[in-house]
């Protein structure tokens, strides 16, 4: 490092290396300017000086005139002689005076201005010359077609020579800069102690004032020598200054720096505009941008690329301009040329791992902004350093998991032997269980239950609230409706066989869940009790087991009336129903005049508030009617009913539909051809997805249209589904009718996190498809895994009601 700046810096002709330039540049000016105007003053104070050594002669010439009258005096005479040669004698040291400030002040300036600072002006005319030459070259060289090779070779031959000539010359115009500005000091300095001591001379050894100067005139001439010293110095350092020039191409040197810059570097930039144009600038790769600026004239950067996530690079082999490659986003496309082969491959390589570390950085929207150059060695040092801390944490999670799922009615007790404090649980069903029960579970295979441990296993974010929606108590009103009185149950002790028969008669052959009721569309049966109505239609309730903070009591009572006020407006006409007749759904249903309506039941059973869940916050918008439309009573069947309550996103109604044998995988041909999980989709909820996909409904199924869940919730801009989705392995590389995939979908919606997921799971597969017998990357599940629990702990950051804008 000497003076302000490294040599590298001028090598590189960096935009910070002309920044310097110019503030050495308008210090010198000013320098130059100060000089001058001292150099006028002074020699106007020297004129002025001269003439009042002139006019005080003719004083004393005077005063000699005058002593011929006091001739007859002698004493006054002999005292006025005296004066008068003593002012004589004053008068010559002032003569002194106005010489060696004429010498030492006017003559070492004007020494300094003319011959000093004028060199550095010549330095900066050939350095200024040398550097247009210089960007001429890099221009033709940028242009110089790469079929024709001979030109090429003359090109780079040329421009090696240039470049030579441009740095030598630029280091000479630094030496010259840093030496004017190390030799002003003292050559300043000096002058004026030249010019002090005059004056200390001037006023002789009666002068006060110099001599308590003096102590100050002697520390001044140490420092001065050390300043002499110091130039002297930096004039040897710099004797060799050449030596650092060399006649190879410089590769750009990555850097991470506290601004978080990753590369820098000039490429040419190719113009949107009509013409095409070419322009070379100084870009910059950091903090999760891509940005540049001009060499000089301005100080503000302008941002390529907001985001890197959304960007892909590419070479670009077509064309005549060499080196060139290409920055495509969503909405834009940047063409961008290096000088050469090495910068070309440097770039390309810094982007690509750019990318890469912006889809690190998504694990970080928690703890901050992690920083991207961590190495390997450092990071399995802090794991092994934490690994008790985490261990103890994750049984600490565990256990708060397994009080919070036996806060659910029932949940405290098996749900198939009432043996206290389960530890295990079926995932599908929605259940927890003692560890006899779970066996016979396991027994019955996965396509009927998926046993997890509570306390063992690790629970994934959306299994937990599909637990919170159904529990023991809701199960066993759907399971265990028409239970035969002379029918064995299982208790806590029962022997084996019995536990197996209850659990397989209830599971297995659901023998004990009622069928649903059958009516009739026309007023032709009437019933003997005239407080019930005919039942022309059905619907579900929307549900919300764990009601958010602003449902409060009053507004629940709100909601009843307006739903007893649709209800109401269902009704066209009013007969009687035989007290024999099948009554409707056992569970989760009641009639209000013309209207049977599931899930009712529920709105007096909410989750206790004590459990510390967060809320599904994507199904909370638009809720404005509680119940779904209506449906003609003729319509009334298991897989319509699992398909409006998917839409619902009512779970105990889901699993009353599957226990009466709903398919999981049935098309709606009257609604485009959709599954349930379409309609899970579409209710802005994950848990009927979970739910569905836990009940093994096809990730992949397609409507009419060719569209899958995984279509609508990227068009829906559903975060935390997408992610879902994904985690059960959905085919991203599926299209619909307008031939569109997932991620298509998610670019034109401009959504980040969605295009993030996406792209991440393709790289994934595009790994699988290069190492045959890979199941999945880590970086993949590690993203997928954090957008689960973000979704769970933080599900409002997942939210896009509007998408943000990537220009």
């Not at 944490?393 to 998991?401: D, G, L, Q, S, Y």
């Not at 690790?458 to 239970?483: F, H, R, T």
């Not at 996103?649 to 009466?660: G, K, Q, S």
Request: with cysteine; hydrophobic share 35%; charged share 30%.
């Amino acid at each position: 490092m000497i003076g302000k700046i490294e040599l590298e810096e001028c090598l590189r002709d960096s935009p910070k290396f002309r920044s310097y330039l110019e503030e050495e540049e308008a210090s010198i000016d000013q320098l130059e300017h100060k000089l001058d105007r001292i150099l006028k003053i002074c020699g106007s104070m020297v004129d002025s000086g001269k003439t009042y050594v002139a006019q005080q002669s003719l004083f004393a010439n005077s005063l000699w005139d005058l002593s011929t009258h006091f001739r007859e005096d002698p004493v006054v005479l002999s005292s006025l002689n005296k004066l008068i040669h003593s002012l004589q004698e004053m008068n010559k040291f002032h003569t002194t005076l106005l010489d060696q400030a004429s010498r030492s002040i006017l003559k070492n300036l004007t020494s300094f201005v003319k011959n000093d600072i004028k060199n550095v002006r010549d330095y900066k005319q050939h350095f200024e010359k040398i550097s247009t030459e210089y960007d001429a070259v890099l221009l033709r060289n940028s242009h110089t077609p790469k079929n024709k090779q001979q030109e090429v070779i003359d090109v780079q031959n040329i421009l090696l020579a240039v470049r030579s000539c441009f740095c030598h010359q630029g280091l000479d115009y630094i030496n010259s800069i840093t030496t004017l500005q190390s030799k002003k000091r003292h050559e300043i300095l000096s002058t004026l102690l030249s010019y002090m001591h005059a004056c200390s001379t001037y006023y002789h050894q009666g002068s006060e004032l110099c001599g308590d100067l003096e102590p100050f005139f002697k520390k001044l001439s140490e420092e001065i020598s050390a300043m002499q010293y110091e130039t002297y110095k930096i004039e040897k350092d710099l004797e060799n200054r050449h030596s650092i020039v060399s006649s190879t191409e410089m590769a750009p040197v990555e850097m991470m720096r506290k601004d978080g810059l990753l590369m820098e570097g000039y490429l040419f930039k190719r113009t949107s505009n009509a013409f095409k144009t070419w322009n070379r600038r100084w870009f910059y790769l950091y903090k999760n941008k891509l940005v540049y600026r001009k060499r000089s004239g301005e100080e503000n950067e302008t941002v390529m690329e907001e985001d890197l996530r959304l960007c892909t690079v590419k070479p670009v082999n077509e064309g005549e301009r060499r080196f060139c490659f290409e920055v495509l986003s969503p909405s834009k496309s940047h063409m961008l040329q290096a000088d050469s082969k090495i910068m070309y491959d440097s770039w390309i390589e810094a982007l690509q791992r750019g990318i890469g570390a912006a889809f690190q950085r998504i694990s970080s929207c928690d703890s901050g902004t992690e920083s991207l150059n961590s190495s390997s060695k450092l990071d399995s040092k802090i794991e092994i350093g934490n690994g008790a801390v985490r261990n103890n944490n994750n049984k600490i999670r565990k256990a708060k998991m397994w009080e919070q799922l036996v806060k659910i009615p029932g949940n405290n007790l098996c749900c198939d032997c009432e043996n206290p404090n389960p530890k295990w649980a079926s995932i599908n069903l929605g259940i927890t269980m003692c560890i006899e029960c779970s066996g016979v579970h396991r027994s019955l295979g996965v396509h009927y239950s998926k046993v997890r441990s509570l306390t063992l296993d690790d629970w994934e974010p959306e299994n937990v609230k599909v637990m919170a929606e159904l529990g023991n108590l809701i199960v066993n009103k759907v399971y265990e409706a028409n239970v035969p009185d002379d029918f064995v149950r299982a208790t806590p002790n029962c022997p084996g066989h019995v536990r197996e028969t209850w659990i397989k008669a209830k599971y297995v052959d659901k023998k004990f869940v009622k069928t649903l009721p059958e009516f009739k569309s026309s007023p032709s049966q009437r019933v003997s009790r005239s407080s019930l109505m005919e039942v022309r239609k059905w619907s579900v309730r929307k549900l919300r087991r764990r009601p958010r903070s602003s449902d409060n009591p009053r507004r629940r009572k709100d909601k009843a009336k307006k739903e007893e006020k649709i209800v109401e407006d269902e009704s066209d006409s009013a007969i009687e129903k035989d007290d024999k007749s099948p009554q409707s759904i056992g569970f989760g249903s009641e009639r209000r005049k013309s209207v049977l309506l599931f899930g009712s039941e529920l709105e007096k059973q909410p989750m206790n508030e004590a459990i510390d869940l967060s809320s599904d916050q994507e199904s909370t918008g638009g809720e404005d009617n509680d119940v779904l439309e209506a449906e003609d009573i003729s319509k009334l069947h298991p897989n319509l009913l699992l398909y409006k309550a998917s839409a619902a996103h009512n779970l105990p109604v889901m699993c009353e539909a599957i226990a009466l044998g709903a398919d999981i995988q049935w098309n709606n041909a009257e609604d485009r051809g959709r599954t349930p999980l379409h309609q899970g989709v579409l209710s802005g909820s994950v848990m009927p997805c979970a739910y569905l996909i836990l009940n093994n409904a096809k990730v992949n199924a397609q409507d009419l249209n060719q569209k899958t869940p995984l279509h609508l919730a990227t068009q829906q801009g559903h975060t935390a589904q997408v992610c879902l989705f994904l985690k059960h392995r959905a085919n991203i590389a599926m299209e619909d009718d307008e031939g569109k995939t997932a991620l298509s979908m998610a670019e034109e919606k401009k959504n980040a996190d969605i295009v993030t997921l996406l792209r991440i799971a393709r790289l994934n597969e595009e790994m699988k498809e290069c190492e045959p017998g890979l199941t999945g990357d880590e970086l993949f599940n590690d993203v997928v895994r954090d957008f689960s629990h973000l979704a769970c702990s933080h599900p409002e950051r997942l939210q896009r009601s509007e998408s943000p804008q990537i220009d």
